[in-house]
Structure formats: structure tokens, C-alpha cells
């Protein structure tokens, strides 16, 4: 995939691999002790799909340190195929070092077993059955989700935006864990009820859907670089009465299920569901809910999760440390939750669209994010509608604002 260009064969696009060894590393000398502005330079060209590679290494030489860039068009890459390239390449690094033959895990399978196995699938019987799921998930849903915006939709989506980044503070973090056991579900499926949660309170619906992104590859893939991202769609159901477990609840048993449906193509079920294009809008889903988890073994990734607080560290042989970049991909739906989940940190970054929604407003909705998962923890079964949002400071603010003293005329 790496080695791949795309195509017009008239009819439809096609790959072209290229034999050639076309992804080479460019390395750039800076005189600057502040790499940032070069980071965002080289994240900011543009790619084009005819000519490869769509993936691009830039080691950046400064006085003091330096900055490796990998930069990847998503038609080749996703996250978990970023962890595969940074694995090989620390290995094979750290053996060369050190007088080594490299010896890195080979593939069972290639991207092209992927896509035959996707095209069995689209001609077998298999196909009615996820359908049908999808059919029956999605019944008498509404197909939009209005969040209060700043500003009045645009009549065509523009895809520009930008982000909010926090973190949850080590208390939280420490109660999400043991909340979670309690509840009987992973960190990652509580977050996302508190997600869920967060959009009812914002928008008084009781009943939506939004789309939680899932990974195609199976085991024989596991070595395997290329896009394996496929959305599936959640529906919360959240009534003046629902407890935070119930609701936490509901989401597990829907997200298992929706797991083991997961490979109908979402980009054809609103044509087969009959909605209607809207240029406006993304289809049957305006927000998404995605995560990076760092594996058990994955110790290059758990400790970049920390963040830039973090510090430098050492693997394989090198000092490694998180550096500063401009969020991608923050304009595609209204509204995105990203989670970066390690063993010790868990990072939430809300990305929203531009065209909608100021920056204080989509802080405002990550503090509110990170209070109702605090709520949640503390109060399990607590009705979910009551479970307080807002912290000391913005209530105390809230109650002042309501018992102003009156004028005297």
C-alpha cells in the first residue's frame, strides 16, 4: 500500500503498485530550535492520488533535536497501520545500530486478500444478513442530529475545522477504571455513554445516531498496512428515567452487536436504507465517536499517549518524546470525539466543524464532558438526565446570573 498510486481507468479508479522503492526519507536541516512551524509545513502539502507515494518521511534536523514526520494520504494508511510502520521501523533501526540482520514478522496475508475477501463478501448471502441488521437499527430513526450551533448550517459541507484537546485528570482516570469494572464494561464503552449522554443533554433528543468508528482486520491482517476503518452506528435511547448503568449498559450490548456486523460497507447502507442525499451533512450520522488504544505491548505508543508532559524516554536505543501537531481530519462531521487510551492516560480531543461551532463552545462541551464522566463514576445509578455537568465555578456562575439583584429605579 505504500508503494500504491491511484489511478482513472475511465470507469472507476484503479491501484497502481509501484515496484520501485519510491517511499525514500527526506531528510531537511533547520536552523531553529522551534521545529513546530516545520512540522506543520510538511503535514500541510498536499498529496496526490495519481502519484506515489502517498505516504511521506521527513526526519527534520534541528540544533537541539529532531523531528521524524510520517505524513499518510487515509486511502493507504489508518491508525493501527501506524503502529505496524513505527514498529518496523524502531526494529529495524535499533538492528542496524547494532550490527544486526533485521528480522521483522512477515505478513500471512496481503491489502489485496482484504479486498477479495470484502468483494466475496458483497456477492455472498451474508450481505442480506448485515443489511437486514442495519435496516432494523436504523427503523424509525432520526437521520439528523442538530446540535445548538453558532451559526446556521452552510447549504454545502465545507469540511473545515479545528480542535479542542484535554486530558483526563489522574483522579478521574483512576475513578473511570474502577467504575468501569464495576459497570462491566471496558473504559473505551463508558466513555462513549458518557458521549451519549452529553449529546442528549445538549440537544433534549431521546433518541439518535451517531457513528462510533470500528476496524475491519482480522488476525491474519494484524501485519498488514492499509485502510481497514468502517463507521457503525449506535442509537442511545435515553428516557426521563434512565439510570447512567442502563444506559451504559444498552451501549455495551449494542456495540458488541454491531461488532460482529461491522462489515457491511457504510458507504453504501443510505442508499439502501432510501436517504436522501443532503450536501449539507454527512449521512445518518453528523457525529462520530473514534479511539487509539495502545496494546498491552505496545510501549512505544502507550508512553506517546502521555502527551508532551510526558518527557523524553527511552526505546529501542533512542530518546524518544512527543511532539506538538495540528490536528487532522477535524472537518468531516459536526462533531468528532477522538480518544487516545493508554495504560495511564487517556486524552479527549473534540474536533468540530468551523462552519458551526465557535472554539469556547466546544471547550465548554469538553469540561462538560469531563464532569459528567466524573457524575457517572460516582453515581452509577443515578438517572442520567440529573447527573451534574457543569463544575463548581460555572455553577456558582449559572446560580449568580439567576439571582442578580434587582435594579433600584
Known amino acids: 500500500m505504500l508503494r500504491s498510486s491511484f ?136 437521520i439528523a442530529l442538530d446540535l445548538p450551533a453558532d451559526r446556521p448550517r452552510p447549504p454545502v459541507q465545507r469540511y473545515r475545522g479545528a480542535a479542542v484537546a484535554t486530558r483526563l485528570p489522574e483522579h478521574v482516570l483512576s475513578a473511570l477504571h474502577d467504575a468501569a469494572r464495576r459497570a462491566h464494561v471496558t473504559p ?34 494484524a501485519d498488514v498496512v492499509g485502510f481497514f476503518v468502517n463507521p457503525v452506528l449506535l442509537r442511545p435511547v435515553v428516557g426521563t428515567r434512565t439510570t447512567f448503568r442502563e444506559l451504559v449498559t444498552g451501549t455495551s450490548a449494542q456495540l458488541r452487536r454491531a ?26 450520522f453528523q457525529v ?10 505496545d510501549a512505544l505508543v502507550d508512553e506517546l499517549f502521555q502527551g508532551e508532559g510526558r518527557g523524553p524516554f527511552e526505546y529501542k536505543g533512542v530518546r524518544v518524546a512527543a511532539t506538538p501537531m495540528p490536528a487532522q481530519q477535524t472537518g468531516q462531521f459536526d462533531l468528532t470525539l477522538e480518544l487516545q487510551m493508554s495504560r495511564r492516560s487517556i486524552g479527549v480531543t473534540l474536533k468540530y466543524a468551523t462552519d458551526l461551532f465557535d472554539a469556547g463552545t466546544v471547550e465548554r462541551l469538553a469540561r462538560w464532558f469531563v464532569v459528567l464522566v466524573e457524575s457517572a463514576c460516582a453515581d452509577l445509578d443515578g438517572v442520567a ?10 455553577r456558582d456562575l449559572l446560580l449568580s446570573a439567576g439571582t442578580a439583584a434587582p435594579l433600584d429605579w
Open 7 to 142: 489511478a482513472d481507468s475511465g470507469e472507476h479508479p484503479v491501484r497502481v503498485i509501484h515496484e520501485d522503492d519510491v517511499t525514500g526519507l527526506r531528510v531537511r536541516t533547520v536552523n531553529a530550535d522551534d521545529l513546530a512551524p516545520f512540522v506543520r509545513e510538511v503535514i500541510a502539502e498536499p498529496f496526490s492520488l495519481r502519484e506515489p507515494p502517498l505516504v511521506r518521511f521527513t526526519l527534520l534536523r534541528g540544533p537541539a533535536e529532531d523531528v521524524f514526520v510520517m505524513v499518510a494520504h487515509h486511502i493507504v494508511v489508518d491508525a493501527g497501520s501506524q503502529g505496524v510502520i513505527m514498529r518496523d521501523l524502531f526494529e529495524s533501526y535499533r538492528a542496524r545500530r547494532a550490527g544486526e540482520a533485521v528480522d521483522l514478522p512477515e505478513p500471512t496475508a496481503t491489502y489485496a486478500d482484504h479486498v477479495r475477501a470484502e468483494r466475496g463478501l458483497l456477492a455472498s448471502p451474508r450481505m442480506g444478513e448485515l443489511a437486514a441488521y442495519w435496516r432494523e437499527i436504523c427503523a424509525g430513526a432520526p
Open 188 to 221: 473505551f464503552v463508558f466513555l462513549v455513554g458518557v458521549f451519549e449522554l452529553l449529546l442528549h443533554r445538549y440537544t433534549g433528543r431521546p433518541d439518535f445516531l451517531i457513528g462510533c468508528a470500528t476496524s475491519t482486520k482480522d488476525r491474519r491482517m
Open 259 to 284: 461488532t460482529a456486523y461491522r462489515h457491511y460497507p457504510f458507504p453504501m447502507l443510505p442508499a439502501a436504507l432510501g436517504v436522501p442525499h443532503d450536501p449539507s451533512r454527512s449521512p445518518l
Open 288 to 297: 462520530l465517536v473514534t479511539a487509539y488504544m495502545a496494546g498491552g505491548g
Open 385 to 394: 438526565g440529573r447527573l451534574p455537568m457543569t463544575d463548581v465555578a460555572e
